[in-house]
């Protein structure tokens, strides 16, 4: 009896944890994005890959990972070091829809926002800074490893890198890329290896 309580309690726990953690994410049935997932059923996000050297970043490096000087996201940069992956192809990290592809100047430059609906029905957003070219336009649907942009330099704001941030709450504001409060973020590298 003992034996089968030690096996259950983690699994009673992981439960209790995954339905809190679902319910920051947007309720399906209020999301202005499920019409366009439940016309569209092929674009639902199956898998995760590395936005760079896909699918398992092959070539490149974390600088800098989530948390780390209150880092929201991931920054992407070729083994290279320097420029030497300032152009280099930015690929979606799974299916989905494209919020946002614009230029939002200061620290960020261009940024790319896609909306990922879950196999279970929640919704991810994933986005990506600084880059040197934008592929794609807003509004269009997008399938896993297809080229979305070039890797930059936010203007000559930095080195070039690519920032990853994986979202667990869609449209909220674009924010500051560094904040103690990691509500409604997880870690883009830890997510990427678990889907
Ligand atoms: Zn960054």
Not at 37 to 57: I, L, S
Request: with cysteine.
């Amino acid at each position: 009896m003992k034996g089968l309580l030690l096996l259950f309690l983690p699994i009673l726990l992981f439960s209790c944890i995954e339905a809190s953690l679902s319910n920051e994410t947007i309720k399906p049935e209020t999301n202005p994005y499920d019409s366009i997932f439940v016309a569209r059923p092929e674009f639902v996000a199956d898998q995760f890959d590395f936005p760079v050297g896909k699918p398992n970043a092959k070539g490149y490096y974390n600088a800098q990972g989530f948390k780390e000087n209150n880092h929201l996201g991931d920054d992407w940069n070729g083994t290279g070091g320097g420029n030497t992956d300032l152009g280099d192809p930015i690929y979606s990290i799974a299916n989905g829809y494209v919020a946002q592809a614009a230029n939002e100047g200061g620290g960020w430059g261009n940024v790319i926002r896609i909306i990922h609906k879950m196999p279970d029905g929640s919704y991810m957003e994933s986005l990506y800074a600084h880059c040197d070219s934008m592929l794609i336009e807003k509004g269009r649907l997008i399938k896993r490893g297809e080229q979305i942009a070039t890797i930059g330099n936010a203007d000559g704001a930095y080195y070039a890198h690519l920032h990853l941030e994986i979202r667990t709450t869609v449209d909220m504001p674009l924010g500051g890329g560094y904040s103690t409060n990691t509500t409604g973020f997880v870690d883009p590298t830890w997510f990427i290896k678990n889907h």
